[in-house]
């Protein structure tokens, strides 16, 4: 009956506009990137090798498609929670909004296996957008640009990446990054619960995505002992495995934060579902 009611949750996130609008927003999105590095980017990988061409010699196609999946993926990871939320953010509070909740709780499945069936719907979803995302950045962007080794920049430096060394790390890389937008999706789903309509969810969502992200990114000594358990300080976790050697240890707790994250949201939600007056 979970499966069931899972593929009805999906058949209603597939009939509604806004869940393509997500998908074609991201796609004009990282066409419009893609157009740009196409256009002009050469000026922007001399602008980020400036610095180091006095000491190092580069050689080859630096501007390949696993350099631009990378941009990709650093862009558009901190956008894409909007279009999770545009279409998870209703499934439990637009039920209450078309006035559907009393017939949907009248059906032989428990209150709980109906807001399950709504995370695992809402996580499919999200799994389709995070799976567009990977193709559009490294399977469309290495057929226009070619292949070849990934530079990346960070704190520590320039580390460079062989080409036979990148794949494994970009899937594992993609899991995290799932794992990341699943929190948002969770937590969109979780507000819906405490909703009558579609705005509140997805306002709140992108309000609580905003201020924790505010907080990680201030350097004030009261917000330190905070920062690690605020699941916006780990939505960037996937950036790990492209460092040499790879921090294992932080990508570790980065998941288990996350998995914490929505557990708790999803408990919360079915306690709350389950309390709800639908007579009203």
Same mark, same amino acid.
């Given at each position: ?53 006095? *000491? $190092? +010699? ?7 498609? &696993?350099? %631009? /999946?990378? #941009?990709?993926?650093? =862009?558009? @990871? !901190? ?106 999706? *969770? $937590? +969109? ?7 009558? &309509?579609? %705005? /509140?969810? #997805?306002?709140?969502? =992108?309000? @609580? !995505? ?71």
């Amino acid at each position: 009956m979970l499966l069931k009611n899972t593929y009805n949750e999906f058949v209603k996130i597939l009939a509604k506009p806004r869940s393509y609008l997500g998908i074609g927003a991201l796609t004009l999105l990282i066409g419009v990137i893609l157009f740009a590095m196409k256009a002009d980017g050469g000026s922007f990988i001399s602008f980020v090798t400036a610095s180091f061409e006095q *000491t $190092l +010699s580069f050689n080859g196609n630096i501007l390949n498609g &696993n350099l %631009i /999946g990378f #941009i990709i993926l650093q =862009m558009l @990871i !901190i956008h894409i929670p909007l279009l999770v939320a545009l279409v998870t953010g209703d499934l439990i509070s637009g039920e209450a909004a078309m006035g559907t909740v009393r017939m949907l709780a009248s059906k032989p499945i428990s209150r709980t296996n109906i807001v399950l069936s709504k995370f695992i719907a809402g996580a499919v979803y999200t799994l389709v957008l995070t799976l567009w995302l990977g193709f559009l950045a490294l399977i469309v962007a290495k057929w226009i640009f070619g292949t070849g080794d990934l530079i990346v920049l960070n704190s520590d430096g320039l580390v460079i990446l062989q080409e036979q060394d990148i794949m494994w790390r970009y899937g594992l890389a993609f899991m995290v990054a799932f794992l990341s937008l699943l929190t948002i999706s *969770t $937590l +969109s789903i979780c507000l819906s619960a405490f909703a009558d &309509n579609s %705005i /509140g969810p #997805i306002v709140s969502t =992108m309000a @609580i !995505i905003i201020l924790f992200t505010i907080i990680g990114s201030l350097d004030v000594s009261v917000f330190d002992t905070i920062k690690p358990y605020l699941f916006t300080t780990h939505m960037a976790s996937w950036r790990s495995f492209f460092e040499d050697p790879i921090p294992t240890s932080k990508i570790i707790q980065s998941v288990v934060i996350l998995l914490v994250h929505n557990v708790i949201l999803v408990v919360v939600a079915i306690v709350k579902f389950n309390k709800k007056d639908i007579t009203s």
